[in-house]
């Protein structure tokens, strides 16, 4: 009897142990692919705004050339 209290409770400790840390693991994950996303949109932004500077700096010189 007692051997499978003992049982059951390791059963029990290792599924609740193994749990908690599977949902350690995934909010890190969560929270590093916010940030990555983040980054990425920032990048982007930044790529955009050289790309429209970079498109006036041309039309101003084609109008220059004439």
Known sequence: MIFLAVAAG???G???GNTLV???IGAMA???EKKQLEEL???Q???LEMVEREKKR???YAKMEG
């Open 22 to 24: 599977f949902w350690v």
């Open 45 to 47: 932004q930044g790529y």
């Open 58 to 60: 041309m039309a101003a």
């Open 30 to 32: 969560k929270r590093q």
């Open 10 to 12: 390791s059963l029990l």
């Open 41 to 43: 949109q920032q990048l």
């Open 14 to 16: 290792s599924f609740l």
